[in-house]
């Protein structure tokens, strides 16, 4: 199969190359480096578009797979090969092993182009060879035996870190343990959160779908609303005059765990880019003072902008590293909320980089600064108020067990369950002990952790 000599390389397999050379080499966030290049080739088809969003995507979710694939036909071993290179390899491989619309040929030639439009001609007829071997051998590729390496079987399979692989193993059966894998591994879908100030959900479905889109309301978290199907969303009518925003249906669940009501005064302990803030101002009816809090004041600004387009006026802002302590005046709040920095692995299907970035090492370094943050923002709730801390990942050192530690040494809070009182649908994402557990297989929300903690009445500050 040899390459078709002056193929002209599709716009798309040129923006994904991009895309993963920033994520990979400078540490750019997928979703907001694919936006941008995207927005940089305005005239580019929807099509094109498309492709270019799968390629980069599934390149970054299946890296490992695509990796033990190429090593089989590979003349060098795959860390000996230049990353460039190895970027268009495994762009390659995943057009040829795990798409079905695009022609052998097409993803063999495309790839040679590539290289040789970027390294020359050895490095072409380098890759020419590698692909051609993959195309033509991809079905008697000899995958590992998962009855031998349970571990590493799936772990290549389905392209996690060993170390993942075996935690969903210890902490579920197999069966859930691919689940999550598959779930994790598929798109995420676009939920939106209708600003209720202005417009019901109900309404607001009808709104978009009469534009078009299939929107659904969701039968859990109140206000979220699922779009299926939707492209670019920004220039609609309803997200101009600020009838919604973009908010995945846990991070609204995290909201209602809250529980604000009108006239009380909250903080927002990590407020940017604004979307919580937003959703607990809308539960609030804009009625009472929200101070939004974040160590970025680029981000605060984002929110400024979120905010003024929704036409909420409850909310302070303020930039500021709360893990270095409160301020004068950050004190007697009726609840706080902590939506703490993490590892983010729970929104793998929005940032498949996160497998790879991540490491066990890191997760007790990370909960440091969370229990900083907990030790401090925990200071500004008043005797009675809630604290809600919420995590978007599935790691045990950032949620539960941070949770169970902190509030050993802690003993003037401890959890709530929200079902001591009236239920509410959303309730039914909650553990046996009262804490929100979303998982991607299950509820097709990102993988949040969230506690509400309540601090007992007449108990001396420390």
Known sequence: MQARKGTKIAAARRIALEVLRRVEAEGAFTQLSLNHSLRRH???????????TELVYGTLRYRRRLDFGLAAYSSRPLEKIEPLLLRVLRLSAYQLLLLDKIPPWAAVDQGTELAGSIRGRRAAGFVNGVLRALAANREQIEWPDIEANPVRALGIIHSFPDWMVQRWLVDHDRERAVAIMEACNRPAPLWIRANTLRITPDGLCGLLSASGYEATEDNLVPGAVKLSGAGDISSLAAHETGLFHVQDAAAQAVCHLLDPRPGQRILDACGAPGGKTATVAELLKDNGKILSVDINPARVSLAKKLLQRLGIGSVERLAHDLSEGLIQGMSDFDRVLLDAPCSSLGVMRRHPESKWKIFPADLPLISETQKRLLDNVSQAVKPGGYLVYSVCTFSREEGAELIDEWLKLHPEFSIMDPRQGKRAPWHKL?????????????????????????RARGHAKS
């Open 430 to 454: 909650l553990d046996n002990q009262g804490r929100l557990a979303t998982w991607p297989d299950l509820h097709d929300m990102d993988a949040f952790f969230a506690v509400r903690l309540v």
């Open 42 to 52: 305005g005239k580019l088809s929807r099509q094109d578009r498309a492709l270019a």
